[in-house]
């Protein structure tokens, strides 16, 4: 299914604006054809959160949609030990799934030691019976993993049940989709190549996980609907309204995706404002600008005043 990533909206001192992101999570969960809502992951600054904030984002959550989808917690944590206190806290706030990051200690060469993925996994599956869902980044990063370490851990860890899959390589990329869901115990990929989103759901990835989801994730939905129904015709239409967007989101510097997203939201008149923790910052007025003729251009009703 389609599952946004929601952001998590500051105050100007930079504290939760719990009112805001309240109803920007309400806002995608009630999108039809979403099928969960993801908080406390990459676009929600979950790197720049406390624990408590993170308990915070999730009780909100679960008061705004609780009870109407599923919501799927982040566990982002560089220890396994707090790794899994995450875990608890997540499976005693109501989530019904979570998202496991991979541990950036893993970065300088833990490529190499598979037991280290499967150590991390099984200290989380063994604080909650939770689904797990492992985040494969991709492998030039240093935390992506082996292909043959994550058929390790499926057989080792039976609670994982799916791949967010950022390997940014198609070949893999189409592996991962081909291999892992026709195991005798399938694994669902759920693809977050949102720049190239078209082409990853024509490989038949079961679903998507994406923040770009909190911007467009009707759009997402009905490019996903098009693909299962193999209408091609509606599929590019809908991905040429997609592609300017995603040419802004995901330029360099990377890092500020969801940076931008914030500030589509406050275009869309959805939100009204904008703030990040540091050590991101502020964008610049001419890439706001840029961010405006995206959306003009995708026909998704921005505030003109910059263009």
Partial sequence: G???????????????????????????AQTPGVSAVTVNGHASEVHACSFEEQQQILDSTMEEIGDQIPVINGVYADGSQEAARIAKMAASGGASCL?????????????????MAIAHFSEIANATDLPLICFQYPMSTGLGYPFDTLLKLFDSV?????????????????????????????????????SWLMASLSMGANGLLSGAGSIIVELQVSLFQAIKNKDL???????????????????????????????ALVLLRRTEKSYVRPPLCKLS??????????????????NDKFL
């Fill in 233 to 263: 015709e509606r599929a590019q239409a809908i991905n040429d309204r997609i592609f300017p967007l995603m040419q802004v989101f995901y330029s360099a510097p990377f890092l500020d995706m969801h940076n931008r997203m914030k500030e």
């Fill in 285 to 302: 007025t001419s890439e706001i600008e840029k961010i405006a003729i995206a959306l003009k251009t995708a026909n998704l009703g921005a």
């Fill in 158 to 194: 039976p609670t994982v049940k799916a791949i967010k899959d950022w390997s940014n390589d198609p070949m893999l990329h189409e592996r991962h989709i081909k291999i892992f869901q026709s195991l005798s115990d399938p694994i669902n990929v759920l693809t977050t190549h949102s």
């Fill in 2 to 28: 389609v599952i946004p990533a929601t952001l998590l909206l500051l105050n100007e001192d930079l504290t939760i604006d719990d009112v805001a992101t309240r109803r920007h999570t309400k806002d995608c």
């Fill in 99 to 115: 998202l496991v990051f991979p541990p950036n200690t893993m970065a300088m060469g833990g490529q190499l030691r598979p037991e």
